[in-house]
């Protein structure tokens, strides 16, 4: 247990009740006669006007790379320099330290020692500590309370579902704990939760229980990470003096990435800044971007941004929409595809610079392909000289990853992974690993030694010094000495009856390797050993995508001869030399994405169900899909100069080939400012035409301007040389092509094969037609199973 904040001075001073500069004062004329300040005049119209709005509510909404922190560090130091108030009248929040210090570093440069300080300066989280140090016993804690890590907080929830007679295997401690931080994020104590969520937990003991976690926590002079606003809104709500006293200190607020606030955070600052009777205009400015709100999965609410005019009337709003990081083109296509968003205040981004290149968008086989022609021209833009630093990729999914990790290495592409560690890296993909390496060489204590009580099976630690302790004296494999010790009485009874369970299952694995195909034979010992199990059962926000991962890499083993050649395989990937002084190209979710900027940003899988995410439209219907366009938007954006799109037409997902839809994302961009990219290869590695070759085919659910367009120009340019454009590979010479459209089979057309013919399939092999619909037939594979695919991805049988 570890307190990452200080305790404040207690002597410094207060001047909560110190008289305000005035700004018509002899300082602020003084200040006047000076000149205008250097600092503004490097700001472009829209920013110094953000700047200069000091007083009354504010809010910037500021686009993706329109200097939205040089905006809020010279607002502060402009208030700072012209006396409205002091370095400790300013509270300005933000969400990591990183930010803050940033921050500090900046307004230190603008404004000089008068700047020095900034004691409110800071996250939200470390703000809100300051505050309930200072009155702690408002809430029933001491002012050295501890604040719990995640480690303790699932200690000390076991022990509350022990007391209540909760059975811990049904209803996990860890589960419980998120459901408490999702309560507290949304600012309800125990009595305020609603009655059908509480109920969902434990037989109907979820308030219960989290009344019972709130006390235990106050008993032990201690908080988790909720309660440093949870509690903080509390003392602010129920102590009207001490809510003054705060309201009188802080003349001025600032907020950044007002888009990402929770509820807790929302209510926490409302009662900071609503009008008192000594203060009727609050002075606070809100800067952020709801075309850049896609952390709705972790609590946040875009309607916290949205509303605020509602919430503060008279507001004023400033759009900064000069964009100083992307070329024209990437912003007219980011702008076009974020306009088909509801929810959102509006704004266009430009720049004064070049149109420069075009986003393209090209189609691909298979998740294979998508690899090999990013890695090929990843490897082009090096002989041209650009830096791999200014390179990214950035995936819906983590699952994405491993392919083109493992293309960089046989390639010899440099790459790190930003935001987590390498696919084979994650904690899920190594205890896989390590139960692989056990079944096949049980002489591995290593392996061994990682997984034998993952997932939890009461061996803990000294039985692992048991284990060992025979293991030496015998000079002993550990699994060998495991095995021995549950013969003998030095293990507990439940303990040997673990470890003989363990010890047969590994038996019986170990005798299916030569008979079992290696990759269902890694499924079989992953579902009898109760891990993916395990993960089914977690409800953390990562946990589906672990069993995402577990899956990728089940899928992966396919391409080796035996269990062995992969292991071997996995070794020397992990063997690679990782030199930090080496250039290297970025891989990344587009979660981790915000905030960073590329030259060359690839963007794969852009397919229905994958992005958008089917996840995302199963459990939040139009607003899981606006956060997954917001999302796409975020992707755009951080290219400088090159954005690259790409869809597969067959992925596999969930350990199943599937034929995708490309997204409906690429009928959202704009033809004109986008480039569609020729296959390689016109047949597909000579099986069958592209579905794409003839895109008049299809017919159109969208009626767009932009589809009718296309149309036209397909109808033009079909005139002119006979020939129609399309995503994919041509066989006939193509004219100018377009984007805008969708891109998906219809029951309208009609299909050359007829019901019971026998087809072939380049990833599926033969099978037998036992349907048609249009150009969409329903095959019986012979190995694959039954699948819907198109025509023109099968051939005769012959």
Not at 648 to 672: C, K, V
Request: with cysteine.
């Amino acid at each position: 247990m570890s307190d990452p904040f200080e305790l404040p001075d207690p002597d410094e001073p207060d001047f909560t009740r110190a008289p305000a500069p005035r700004a018509g004062g002899i300082a602020a004329r003084a200040r006047a006669a000076m000149g205008q300040p250097r600092y503004l005049e490097v700001l472009n119209p829209e920013q110094r006007a953000a700047v200069e709005a000091v007083d009354g509510p504010v809010l910037v909404l500021a686009g993706a790379g329109t200097g939205k922190t040089r905006v809020l560090t010279t607002r502060i130091a402009h208030t700072i320099a012209t006396g409205r108030a002091r370095a400790h009248e300013i509270l300005s929040v933000t969400f990591t330290n990183k930010a803050a210090r940033e921050m500090k570093e900046r307004i230190g440069a603008l404004a000089g020692e008068v700047a020095e300080g900034m004691p409110w300066l800071g996250t939200f989280h470390s703000i809100g500590t300051k505050i309930l140090r200072r009155h702690a016993e408002l809430v029933g804690l001491k002012s050295n309370f501890t604040i719990l890590d995640m480690d303790d907080q699932i200690r000390l929830l076991k022990q509350v579902l022990q007391a209540e007679n909760v059975d811990e295997k049904r209803w996990p401690a860890r589960q419980l704990s998120i459901l408490i931080d999702g309560w507290k994020n949304r600012g309800l104590e125990p009595e305020r939760v609603p009655a059908g969520e509480a109920e969902a937990f434990g037989n109907g003991k979820g308030r219960r229980l989290y009344a019972f976690y709130q006390e235990r926590l106050k008993a032990l002079n201690a908080a988790d990470f909720g309660d440093l606003l949870l509690e903080g809104l509390r003392l602010l709500r129920d102590n009207p003096d001490v809510l003054a006293e705060y309201q009188r200190r802080f003349r001025y607020i600032l907020v950044d990435e007002y888009q990402d606030t929770n509820t807790v955070q929302y209510l926490w600052l409302r009662l900071l800044a609503q009008a008192s009777p000594d203060r009727p205009q609050r002075n606070i400015c809100c800067v952020g971007d709801d075309d850049q709100a896609i952390y709705g999965w972790r609590g946040a609410d875009v309607d916290n941004i949205l509303r605020f005019d509602k919430d503060f009337p008279g507001a004023t709003v400033i759009r900064l929409e000069r964009n100083y990081r992307s070329t024209g083109h990437i912003l007219a296509a980011a702008s076009h595809l974020i306009a088909h968003n509801e929810g959102r205040l509006g704004k266009t981004l430009f720049t004064d610079g070049v149109d420069g290149e075009k986003p393209t968008v090209q189609g691909v086989w298979d998740s294979e392909e998508e690899t090999r022609v990013v890695g090929e021209d990843i490897e082009q833009l090096q002989r041209r000289g650009q830096s791999l630093e200014d390179v990214a990729i950035l995936v819906r999914a983590t699952f994405q990853m491993r392919e083109f990790e493992e293309r960089f290495v046989t390639l010899g592409v440099p790459y790190r992974v930003i935001g987590g560690p390498k696919f084979y890296e994650r904690a899920e993909i190594r205890d896989a690993l390590a139960y692989m390496r056990c079944v096949a060489q049980p002489t591995d204590d290593l392996a061994f030694e990682r997984i034998f009580n993952t997932p939890k099976r009461g061996l803990g630690d000294a039985a692992l010094q048991l284990m060992h302790e025979h293991s030496r004296r015998e000079r002993i494999p550990l699994m060998l000495a495991a095995r021995a010790l549950s013969e003998t009485e030095e293990l507990k009874p439940k303990q040997r009856q673990c470890v003989r369970a363990l010890m047969a299952d590994f038996d019986r694995w170990s005798s299916l390797i030569d008979v079992k195909p290696h990759n269902e034979l890694a499924e079989m010992v992953l579902e009898e050993s109760g891990y993916t199990d395990m993960w089914q059962k977690d409800r953390s926000a990562d946990a589906a995508g672990r069993l995402e991962n577990l899956k990728e890499l089940v899928r992966s083993m396919e391409q080796f001869p035996d269990l062995a050649s992969f292991l071997e395989h996995i070794s020397l990937v992990m063997e690679r030399d990782t030199d930090s002084g080496e250039q290297k190209v970025s891989i990344m979710t587009l979660h981790a994405a915000k905030g960073l900027e590329f030259d060359t940003v690839y963007l794969p899988g852009w397919e229905e169900g994958l992005f958008p995410h089917q996840r995302a439209l199963d459990e939040q219907g139009r607003a899981g899909l606006e956060e997954e366009r917001r999302l796409a938007y975020v992707g755009v954006t951080r290219a400088r100069k090159q954005a690259k799109i790409y869809f597969a037409t067959n992925r596999r997902i969930r350990g199943m080939w599937q034929t995708t839809i490309p997204s409906r994302f690429l009928d959202e961009l704009p033809a004109d400012h986008v480039d569609v990219v020729e296959a390689a290869s016109a047949s597909y590695g000579g099986y069958a035409a592209s579905r794409f070759n003839s895109i008049d085919s299809f017919a159109s659910t969208y009626n767009t301007p932009g589809w009718q367009r296309a149309q036209q120009r397909n109808a033009a340019t079909g005139a002119r040389s006979g020939a129609t454009s399309g995503f994919g590979a041509s066989q006939r010479r193509s004219g100018p092509q377009t984007i805008e459209g969708e891109l998906v089979a219809k029951a309208s057309a009609t299909s050359s094969f007829q019901t019971g013919a026998r087809v072939f399939h380049v990833k599926f092999g033969n099978g037998s037609i036992v349907g048609v619909e249009g150009n969409k037939l329903t095959v019986d594979f012979d190995k694959a199973g039954r699948k819907m695919v198109l025509e023109s991805f099968v051939q005769k049988a012959g």
